[in-house]
């Protein structure tokens, strides 16, 4: 029997991390014992008793960890991720809280890394929620529910983007890491805060000759962006557009380089939240924004 540690980030959004502990409190494993490290961002108010009330109610392995600061998604997951490393788990899954599993989607994630010697992460095929899909008004209700969010991804290299295979077709924190991995190339790049930080962990396992894998017979629902604000705010424009320069110079060839400081050039000609997200990215502002408020915050 294998052990997987799921981390879970909690900022001022309860209500999503309960149902996603409900969800992952029916789960069905032939295979894997789950342990969850709930990491709590320094929300306003303590959740301590409503963490201990749902342990009691659905019977789960729940242990709690309090930041005195907001990490984000990249501090938080390795507040936890580090926590798990004391123990002796297997497999470490980071699980964005505003998502909801289905009951059979642990084994097939752990059967690929028993039957593929290279995997290093592991990621299901995920869903909107229904009632969260970008184009809602698009589907029947008998298709909401199976409208694909992520089923694998790319990189466009020569625009520095990530982007997922499937979306708004009907039928992509969420992926699955052998502790091998982890522990060879490090935890996520805390500069990133949030946005991209999962993708740079990707790019180092790859780089450390580590195999990346969909597995679509696993499967979850995604509510998106519920603890970072929608699609397009300032939030989420800043973050993107500011690591979206952090990643590609790290990654990119020089080519696409010399695209993204014209790319940056025009950006800053136009002004608002990019251009300020331009300019904090070249003098080094990397991390959390102070001036940039998330829920609650």
């Not at 996603?20 to 789950?34: G, I, M, N, R």
């Not at 084994?107 to 995920?126: Q, R, Y």
């Not at 629902?221 to 603890?227: E, G, L, P």
């Given at each position: 029997?294998?052990?997987?540690?799921?981390?879970?980030?909690?900022?001022?959004?309860?209500?999503?991390?309960?149902?996603?502990?409900?969800?992952?409190?029916?789960?069905?494993?032939?295979?894997?014992e789950?342990?969850?490290?709930?990491?709590?961002?320094?929300?306003?108010?303590?959740?301590?008793?409503?963490?201990?009330s749902?342990?009691?109610?659905?019977?789960?392995?729940?242990?709690?960890?309090?930041?005195?600061?907001?990490?984000?998604?990249?501090g938080?997951?390795?507040?936890?991720?580090?926590?798990?490393?004391?123990?002796?788990?297997?497999?470490?899954?980071?699980?964005?809280?505003?998502?909801?599993?289905?009951?059979?989607?642990?084994?097939?994630?752990?059967?690929?890394?028993?039957?593929?010697?290279?995997?290093?992460?592991?990621?299901?095929?995920?869903?909107?929620?229904?009632?969260?899909?970008?184009?809602?008004?698009?589907?029947?209700?008998?298709?909401?529910?199976?409208?694909?969010?992520?089923?694998?991804?790319?990189?466009?290299?020569?625009n520095?983007?990530?982007?997922?295979?499937?979306?708004d077709?009907?039928?992509?924190?969420?992926?699955?890491?052998?502790?091998?991995?982890?522990?060879?190339?490090?935890?996520?790049?805390?500069?990133?805060?949030?946005?991209?930080?999962?993708?740079?962990?990707?790019?180092?396992?790859?780089?450390?000759?580590?195999?990346l894998?969909?597995?679509?017979q696993?499967?979850?629902?995604?509510?998106?962006?519920?603890?970072?604000?929608?699609?397009?705010?300032?939030?989420?424009?800043?973050?993107?557009?500011?690591?979206?320069?952090?990643f590609?110079?790290?990654?990119?060839?020089?080519?696409?380089?010399?695209?993204?400081?014209?790319?940056?050039?025009?950006?800053?000609?136009?002004?608002?939240?990019?251009?300020?997200?331009?300019?904090?990215?070249?003098?080094?502002?990397?991390?959390?924004?102070?001036?940039?408020?998330?829920?609650?915050?």
């Amino acid at each position: 029997m294998k052990t997987v540690g799921i981390v879970l980030i909690n900022f001022n959004s309860w209500e999503e991390t309960k149902e996603c502990l409900e969800s992952l409190s029916h789960v069905v494993s032939d295979t894997a014992e789950v342990k969850i490290v709930l990491v709590d961002n320094a929300s306003k108010e303590s959740i301590k008793y409503q963490v201990s009330s749902i342990k009691k109610k659905h019977k789960i392995t729940v242990s709690l960890i309090e930041n005195t600061e907001n990490l984000g998604f990249a501090g938080g997951n390795n507040t936890g991720i580090r926590e798990l490393l004391k123990e002796q788990v297997d497999y470490i899954m980071l699980l964005n809280n505003d998502t909801l599993v289905d009951k059979n989607f642990m084994d097939p994630l752990i059967e690929l890394f028993e039957t593929e010697p290279n995997a290093g992460i592991s990621s299901p095929k995920i869903y909107f929620a229904p009632g969260y899909e970008f184009h809602k008004d698009r589907y029947k209700e008998s298709e909401k529910g199976n409208v694909i969010w992520y089923a694998g991804g790319s990189i466009d290299w020569d625009n520095v983007y990530a982007s997922h295979r499937g979306v708004d077709e009907v039928d992509i924190g969420r992926y699955n890491s052998a502790r091998e991995v982890i522990e060879k190339i490090g935890v996520l790049d805390g500069r990133y805060f949030m946005y991209l930080e999962d993708v740079d962990f990707c790019m180092r396992a790859k780089q450390a000759g580590f195999g990346l894998w969909y597995v679509p017979q696993s499967y979850i629902w995604h509510k998106n962006a519920q603890s970072s604000g929608k699609s397009g705010s300032d939030i989420h424009v800043y973050y993107q557009t500011r690591n979206r320069l952090l990643f590609g110079f790290r990654y990119a060839s020089l080519r696409t380089k010399l695209a993204l400081v014209r790319d940056s050039l025009r950006i800053v000609s136009k002004g608002g939240i990019r251009k300020k997200a331009v300019f904090d990215y070249y003098l080094g502002r990397l991390g959390k924004n102070i001036n940039l408020s998330l829920r609650g915050a």
